[in-house]
C-alpha cells in the first residue's frame, strides 16, 4: 500500500492547481480550437519532466510518465473545450472571449489533471508503470463525432498499450467533496434528431389557404413525449427533448417551414433502437395527418458509457479512503460523453466529483451559465486521479 499522502501533496500545490483553473478559465477555446490551452497543457508537463506530445488527434496533447518500476500503462483523460455561451458570472477570472465559458468544467479537469502529474512526476522513483495523460479535444463536438475517436485513431491508447484508462467530470448535481460512480452503464448513449417540417406559407389571418408549419411543430413536439410517457417501459430511462424550435420571420406571416431540433438519452440499446424508429414514424405521421411534408435526421451521438465493474469497485475504495470525501453509488445519469469510446477499447471507470455548495452559491447546472465551481474540491480531484494511477500501475 502507498506510503504517499495524496491529499497532503494535492493540497501542497492546491493554490498551483486553482491558478491553472482560472487560467484556462479565463481563455476557455471551443472545441476543435484549444490550440493555447493545449499548448499550456504540454508546456507544463514538460516543466514537470514530462514527456509531451502535442496535435494527438487534433488539438490533443499526451503526457507520459515511466515509472522505476515495470508495471501497468496507466491513461488518465481529461478533456479541454468550453461552451458557446456568454459568462455573467462577473469573476475576476471570468471568460475573456465574448460569447465562450468553459460552462461544463473542462477548465477544472485540465487542472486537476496537470495536478495529478506533478504528484506523480515528484514521486516517479516510487512509480511502478507507466501513466499516460490524455487531454483531449472537443468532447462537447457530439455532432461532429468528438474529439476521443482522433485522439485513438492517432494511437493515444497504444506504444505502450493502455491497460486501464480512467475520467473524472465535475459535476453541479452532486454535494461538494463527493464522488459519485457505479458500475455497468453510467452515462447514456446520445442522438441527434433533426425535423424539417414543409408548409405553404401564407398571410396569417387566412390559415386556411396555407399548411401552417407552427401549429403541426407544436403537435409534433407534444406527440414526440407520448415515446417517454406512453411507449417505452415506465422503469427504462430515456429522454426525448425537442431543444430548438425555428421558424418564422414576422407576426403575420405563416412561414413556409419549420426546423425542430432534439436530443435523445438512452441507456440501452433496445431503447435506443426503438425510439429511433419511432421519432420519424410519429413526426411523419403527425405531418401527413396536417397535409404537411417531413424530413427526418438521426444521427448517432455518443455511445452508452460503461465502467468495467471489477475496476470499478477497486476505484470506489481507493476514493473512500481520501479523507474528508464521501464515496456514493448513483444511479445512471443520462448525459453522454466520448469517454465511452476508450471504455469500448480499455477496461476502466469514470467517475464524478460534487462541486455544488449553496453556501458559496456554487447551484447552477453543468451547461449553464450560473455553473460555479467550488474550487475548494479540485485538490480532492487532482489527488483522486494521482491515487488511481499509482494504485493500478503496480503490478
Ligand atoms: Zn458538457
Ligand atoms: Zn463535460
Partial sequence: MSTIRFLDEAEEIEDHVIEIRRLIH?????????????????????????????????TGV???????????VIALRADMDALPLPEPSGLEFASKTSGVMHACGHDTHVA???????????????????????????????????????????????KPKVDYVFGLHIFANFPSRSFALR???????????????????????????????????????TALQGIRS????????????????????????????????????TVDEATRKKVTSLIPKIAKAVCRTF????????EK????????????????????????????????????????????KTPGTYYFLGTRNEEKGCVGPNHSSRFK???DVLKYGAASLALIAYSFGSK
Fill in 26 to 58: 479565463a481563455n476557455p477555446e471551443l472545441s476543435f480550437q484549444e490550440r493555447e490551452t493545449a499548448d499550456f497543457v504540454a508546456a507544463e508537463l514538460r516543466r514537470l519532466g514530462v514527456k509531451a506530445k502535442t496535435k494527438v488527434g487534433g
Fill in 62 to 72: 499526451v503526457g507520459i510518465l515511466e515509472g522505476s518500476t515495470p508495471g501497468h
Fill in 112 to 158: 486537476m489533471l496537470l495536478g495529478a502529474a506533478a504528484i506523480l512526476a515528484k514521486h516517479r522513483e516510487e512509480l511502478g508503470g507507466t501513466v499516460k495523460f490524455l487531454f483531449q479535444s472537443a468532447e462537447e463536438a457530439a455532432e461532429k463525432g468528438g474529439g476521443a475517436i482522433p485522439m485513438i485513431e492517432a494511437g493515444a491508447l497504444e
Fill in 183 to 221: 458500475p455497468g452503464p453510467v452515462m447514456a448513449a446520445s442522438g441527434v434528431f433533426r425535423i424539417r417540417i414543409l408548409g405553404r406559407g401564407g398571410h396569417g389571418s387566412a390559415p386556411h389557404q396555407t399548411i401552417d408549419p407552427v401549429f403541426v411543430a407544436a403537435q409534433l413536439i
Fill in 230 to 265: 406512453r411507449m417505452l417501459d415506465p422503469l427504462q430511462p430515456a429522454v426525448i427533448s425537442v431543444c430548438s424550435v425555428h421558424s418564422g420571420t414576422r407576426n403575420n406571416i405563416i412561414p413556409d417551414e419549420a426546423l425542430l431540433e432534439g436530443t435523445m438519452r
Fill in 291 to 298: 397535409g404537411a411534408g417531413c424530413e427526418v435526421e438521426i
Fill in 301 to 344: 451521438g455518443y455511445p452508452v458509457t460503461r465502467n468495467d465493474p471489477a475496476v470499478t469497485a477497486r476505484v470506489s475504495e481507493l476514493l473512500k479512503s481520501i479523507p474528508g470525501t464521501k464515496t456514493l453509488e448513483v444511479p445512471p445519469l443520462l448525459v453522454a460523453e466520448d469517454f465511452s469510446f476508450f471504455l469500448r
Fill in 373 to 375: 465551481v467550488d474550487e
